[in-house]
């Protein structure tokens, strides 16, 4: 006979914090979100050797709450960009901590969650695994297609938060998610907007490269002038302007929509026109999506930390509110959707998938 509760540890490795809550099926019984110690964190020249400090603050933070090792039943992370891959749960095996460490598809704080979660698993005797990674990939191959051959567009995206806040939106509308068309915008520290055709994600704006700029993503830029950007800089540098230096930080100083609301109120002219510019970009993308079903959706989704600005809703919806209903799900449920996927595991309603580096099965 299966216990009548799991306990069940989940994590979610950011950039800027670590999340890590302990859950009793699906009722959290204690949650954290652990800002970086950018004193410790700082020397680490590249993501792994974050590993150790980060590691530490989650298990500092269970035996706060008084939770042993010894009675989980699953430790669950958020995934990392690794093989591309159909959604679904996946075990954290060799395979795919040695793909993440390799950031060969992506750079990415997250990369480091399945890693320290399969360590602490190990101590446990138990099963880490990760749900709806964001490497998943279900694009049509019409998606694929860039433009210049050597170049195709990749699956990266906010899968886990998309996929939570479709299946949100299929049980308001009172039908299964695999049956219902969506567009979905999870607006966070990243963006990324994705066509739902029947519960499979067949095409996105990519979650660091491509779509709507955001905080500190430049999000699509003109190819040319790109190229003179490039120019006697190392791809790296470039690499961390375009992910980490483009967006609001770079025409405002700040990452924080909080504040440029501040200075928007304060009568900062060119804080409203880049802010107002960057709903007019997710707008656009989201209306992009909705030709990819030729119109025939059940409703547009925005999720995500953003979805709190109503200065920023009321502008995307201004713009996109002809093409169909419209829902609004402000924050992010990641950490319950993780949550969850890690009971169906326990409770046997859905089955692991196996990580391969080189294909999935």
Not at 40 to 64: M, N, T, V, W, Y
Not at 97 to 112: E, I, P, V
Not at 150 to 174: C, D, N, P, T, Y
């Amino acid at each position: 006979m299966s216990p009548s509760f799991f306990n069940i540890l989940v994590m979610n490795v950011g950039s800027t914090s670590t999340k890590v809550a302990c859950y009793k099926n699906i009722e959290l019984i204690a949650g954290s979100n652990i800002p970086f110690k950018k004193n410790l964190l700082s020397p680490c020249h590249d993501l792994a050797g974050q590993i150790p400090e980060r590691k530490k603050q989650i298990l500092d933070f269970i035996a706060g709450y008084g939770v042993k090792l010894s009675t989980l039943d699953i430790v669950v992370s958020r995934g990392g960009v690794g093989t591309p891959c159909p959604s679904g749960i996946y075990e954290v095996n060799q395979a795919m901590c040695d793909d993440l460490l390799s950031m060969r598809f992506a750079k990415h704080d997250s990369s480091l969650g399945p890693v320290i979660s399969k360590d602490i698993a190990q101590e446990c005797g138990v099963k880490a695994v990760v749900v709806d990674p964001p490497s998943t990939d279900e694009f049509h191959p019409l998606a694929r297609i860039s433009g210049l051959p050597g170049i195709e567009r990749s699956s990266v995206l906010h899968a886990l938060s998309q996929k939570a806040a479709a299946r949100r939106a299929a049980a308001l509308i009172g039908r299964p998610y695999d049956e219902l068309n969506f567009v979905i915008a999870h607006l966070g520290g990243g963006i990324s907007v994705g066509t739902h055709l029947k519960g499979r994600i067949i095409d996105s704006t990519h979650g660091l490269y491509e779509g709507p700029f955001t905080s500190e993503r430049a999000g699509n830029l003109p190819t040319l002038p790109l190229v003179n950007l490039a120019r006697g800089q190392s791809v790296s540098a470039v690499r961390d302007i375009i992910v980490g230096g483009s967006g609001l930080k770079a025409y405002l100083g700040t990452d924080d929509a909080r504040e440029v609301e501040e200075m928007i109120e304060d009568g900062d002219e060119k804080a409203l026109l880049v802010f107002e510019a960057m709903a007019y970009q997710i707008a656009k993308d989201i209306g992009a999506m909705a030709t990819v079903l030729k119109g025939n959706l059940d409703g547009i989704v925005i999720t995500g930390g953003l979805a709190y600005s109503e200065r920023l809703i009321n502008w995307i919806r201004d713009r996109i509110s002809f093409i169909g209903r419209v829902f609004i799900f402000p924050g992010e449920d990641e950490m319950l959707a993780l949550a969850e996927g890690g009971l169906r595991v326990l409770t046997g309603e859905e089955k692991l998938k196996t990580y391969r580096g080189d294909c999935y099965i």
